[in-house]
């Protein structure tokens, strides 16, 4: 939602699998986020939010382990607007989800689709 030109409330979510043989790992992002524009009219922003993230460890001969927990997101990009609703863009984020006794990292570089 616009709150007005420099400032956005929405919702993110990003995902990732990393797989090696017959391993892989997948980090899932879901957060509520607020959105900073410094100028409304160059498309450069400034992003940070919390929600519910989920790890999960594959090891594709019957061991897995997953845990889920507190997710923070934060990241910075630049949108292209094309039209008046639809922006296209590119995204630095950095995200750690905290577990009970760890936490696990990670950084994405990710093309973004945004309809205001």
Do not use: C
């Amino acid at each position: 939602g616009v709150v007005n030109p420099h400032l956005l409330l929405g919702f993110d979510v990003a995902a990732w699998r990393y797989q090696e043989g017959d391993s892989a790992v997948q980090f899932n992002h879901y957060d509520a986020m607020i959105t900073l524009f410094p100028s409304a009219s160059l498309g450069l922003f400034a992003k940070g939010g919390l929600g519910y993230g989920v790890t999960v460890f594959d090891t594709y001969d019957g061991d897995y382990a997953g845990d889920d927990g507190l997710d923070l997101r934060l990241g910075a990009g630049w949108e292209f607007q094309l039209g008046s609703s639809f922006h296209l863009g590119v995204e630095l984020a950095w995200a750690a989800t905290m577990f009970e006794t760890y936490a696990t990292q990670d950084v994405n570089l990710l093309a973004t689709f945004t309809w205001y």
